[in-house]
């Protein structure tokens, strides 16, 4: 059972265009929602996360929207490069018992920026 | 320094070998992680060490053999694998206490394993 649900799962944009991938989530439990960043080769790397209390979060370049009500969230790449050309996961985590969290991922976008 | 450091970073081995995967961190991080990522998929878990403590065996096969020695270190002993375990083995640590900020986990370059 897919929990996370992302799309698209290749997006190829021109440089200096924004990139927008989007993630749909079921299980009302999730409450952290990160995105990792993963180059081939190496392993994920966190690139921002969101908490559900929050509808908008911006580093940089970067930016999560959460809708919360709609159980959907968005990452918006400003301005692409084609250093951001990469795989990018959304994922939902939640705290278990142990105290470590579980994180469920989507099944990734294999973005290309050209230029 | 968020860095978490998997040896070897390849690693080809036949299906009778017997073989380990080292993963280290030095972050004070008390989770530790195991996943296996196959070609343009997800990483998917397998197990997940709380305080040197098994906390998940997400129903992995005996084959693979985890081992947590100390808060640093996390081992994953292979034996007899089958060439369909061929994939980015990838260790993970975080916290496990506090804000969810403070609990992402950091994760490894990975051990590309070959089994033939």
């Known amino acids: 059972q897919q929990q996370v649900k992302q799309s698209p799962q290749s997006l190829i944009v021109q440089k200096g265009g924004i990139s927008i991938i989007n993630c749909a989530y079921e299980?009302?439990?999730?409450?952290?929602f990160p995105w990792y960043q993963q180059f081939p080769g190496k392993g994920p790397a966190l690139l921002i996360a969101?908490?559900?209390?929050?509808s908008e979060k911006k580093e940089g370049r970067f930016t999560i929207s959460f809708n919360k009500s709609a159980k959907q969230f968005s990452l918006h790449i400003m301005d692409s490069q084609p250093g951001d050309s990469a795989t990018y996961f959304c994922?939902?985590?939640?705290?278990?018992?142990?105290?470590?969290?579980?994180?469920?991922f989507g099944i990734g976008t294999k973005l290309q920026v050209i230029p | 320094d968020t860095e978490v450091t998997q040896t070897p970073k390849h690693l080809v081995m036949g299906m009778t070998n017997k073989k380990s995967l080292k993963c280290e961190q030095h972050m004070g991080h008390r989770a530790m992680y195991w996943y296996k990522q196959k070609a343009k998929k997800p990483p998917e878990l397998m197990f997940v060490y709380s305080y040197e403590k098994l906390s998940i065996n997400e129903s992995v096969p005996s084959r693979f053999s985890p081992e947590c020695p100390n808060s640093s270190l996390l081992n994953l002993h292979l034996h007899a694998l089958q060439p369909e375990d061929s994939a980015l083995y990838l260790c993970a640590s975080s916290q496990v206490a506090g804000h969810q900020a403070k609990n992402i986990q950091y994760f490894g370059a990975g051990t590309r394993l070959s089994v033939l």
């Open positions: 299980n009302t439990a999730f409450d952290y």
């Open positions: 994922a939902a985590s939640m705290r278990e018992r142990g105290g470590y969290q579980k994180v469920t």
């Open positions: 969101i908490r559900p209390d929050v």
